[in-house]
């Protein structure tokens, strides 16, 4: 037997594994299993997209600069001393807290939500077992108004969040949100923008986030539970949950004995060629590693060939990372890319799921 045919029945049995663990949760609802795991009662929530993310970092100012000098993203509101960068046309946004954090991360996405309703969403919440409280933590959720010294409504800005099993933030906001004023968030009408327009890189959307969650199959049926997203893909055993009807996605990784988190954002990038986003990368003062298993600190960049084994090109499916000043990690991918097969990552939807099924 090949490796490759050792490696693929391996995957195989993943993915069975991991249906049959799906399955088994599923037929022991109302048999035990405790509530928040039992059948969806209420009307989902529909998902469009990918909204935002924010940032803590340890120089706002100089994060602020470096971003902009990068993808020339003009600033749209200011939440206070956050600093919200418009991603591509918008509504999408990349927000850059105003407060020096010793602990730079990705603080939490935040997803559009189709015709929104802040109840209806507090009440789907809570048949699921996340209830309101102070902060936003593992399964606990906050609505927040946000008031005119923070860029919101004269009223206020509702803003709802909550945090997952693993207590990773997730933002939910309607479909229009900008993260301006108006009582959806929408008004950005404040255009600053930057002093390189352009950027050395195009970027137009978030492509997808991926989670490292202690334990995937009680994390993906919440998730489901709540947005009914489907698993279109496959990367190896990894099940690609697909937000609203484009490109993006969430992959939510089973890493029990690593440090639950945001592990990183991708974002989809115009004319994506390793070869032309390194140089730009190195003369915008990071060091390329060329093909590597990842980054050790800031300002660094890699890539990575996902071979067939792990849902990707037989040649391999090069996917792009790179590290900020404060040694965040984000990805760049094609516009096209949906976390699939062929070379740009692009071909999806056809996989077909172990056992049968489709997640």
Partial sequence: MSDTENSNRKTNRSRRAFLNSIATLTAGSGMGMPAVWAVQKSPLMQLDAINQMTLAVSDPAASVAWYQGLFGLPIVARQGPTVVLRVGAGPHSIAIGGDASDNPRITHYCLAVKNFNYDDALRILAENGINEANTPSAMHSRLR???????GAINGTPELYFGDPDGI????QDASYCGGAGSKGEICSSIEESDVKKGLLSIQEFNHFTLFVSDQVRSIQLYQSLFNLSIDTYQGALPVLRVGSGKQFLALSNQPTRESQIHHV???????????IFSVLENYGLTILGEASGATGPLQAYVTMRGANRGGAIEGTPELYFTDPDGILLQLQDLSYCGGNGVLGNECGSAEAPTGRNG
């Fill in 169 to 172: 933030v997730v933002q939910m």
């Fill in 266 to 276: 991708s974002l989809a990038v115009e004319d994506f060629d390793v070869d032309r």
């Fill in 145 to 151: 108004v946000r008031g005119q010294q923070l860029g």
